[in-house]
């Protein structure tokens, strides 16, 4: 099957096998015969994909083999039969099948770490993060407004159980307490016109009010119970500390 990447406004990545990108604008479909694309649904905007239309589109295309991928990722030089023939995936890493470059050899592991934890590949003179690539190889496409998350806070760990789908907000939930907290909780600070101790917790990028409370340990029992109401699977809770 062709896969062709598309951003939401019809941008298409054409590449060779290992060679240089370009992005063409284009009505791609005209590449089809006219009785395809006169198939087409006049709500479909050429210049304004969505997902709904990409199913409409896949449906028309069906009998052509070809899918079109609608992807935050659509500049991925490759597409996902190319990533497999690449790399071989192996515990979280991404292992090189082929010699790519004079530095790189059959059977290391693609890319370098960063200060950060973060694996980084490069491939044709662009660096793409090792986790979003990962995610690709399992999963063909990321979707345009999510983000990959470490489920584990670990960014160097990037086994694909290790790794799921989340927006925004979820991924910056799924992080620990500050490095400038006092309190020792996440969500919990000092309130010094009440004399005690805060409770707070950011949803959908806003931030929302518990209470004060006379010690950190019952403010983080009310954010603790927040965070599991609101963040589900994303909350990241720490164990009290023991008195």
């Known amino acids: 099957m062709k896969v062709i990447f ?11 096998q290992w060679g240089g990108r370009e992005k063409k604008e ?19 905007k050429l210049d304004n994909f ?13 009998h052509y083999d070809v899918e079109i991928v609608v992807s935050s ?36 592991v693609a890319g370098t770490i960063n200060k950060l ?27 345009i407004g999510l983000e990959i998350d470490h489920i584990d806070r670990n960014p160097s ?23 400038n907290n006092t309190s020792g909780y996440k969500g919990v600070c000092w309130h010094k016109r009440s004399k005690k101790w805060s409770a707070n917790i950011k949803y959908n990028n806003k931030q929302i009010y518990l209470g ?12 603790t119970l927040a965070s599991g109401k609101l963040q589900g699977d994303f909350a990241c809770l720490e164990k009290k500390t023991e008195m």
């Open 6 to 16: 598309l951003d939401f406004d019809g941008v298409m990545c054409l590449h060779d």
């Open 212 to 223: 004060v409370f006379a010690t950190p340990e019952l403010a983080y029992d009310a954010y």
């Open 117 to 143: 934890g973060y694996r980084h590949i490069q491939i044709n003179r662009k660096r793409y993060q090792a986790h979003r690539l990962v995610w690709i190889y399992h999963n063909i496409e990321i979707p």
């Open 26 to 44: 284009m009505k791609f479909l005209k590449e089809f015969p006219d009785t395809t694309y006169e198939k087409i649904p006049a709500w479909i």
């Open 73 to 108: 990722d659509w500049k991925l030089f490759a597409t996902l039969e190319q990533l497999q023939e690449m790399f071989e995936y192996k515990n979280g890493e991404l292992i090189y099948k082929i010699k790519t470059a004079k530095k790189t050899n059959i059977g290391d």
């Open 50 to 62: 969505d997902f709904k239309a990409t199913k409409v589109l896949n449906s028309i295309l069906l």
């Open 157 to 179: 760990n990037n086994r694909i159980e290790n790794l799921r789908l989340a927006t925004r907000s979820q991924n910056m939930t799924n992080k620990p307490k500050q490095i």
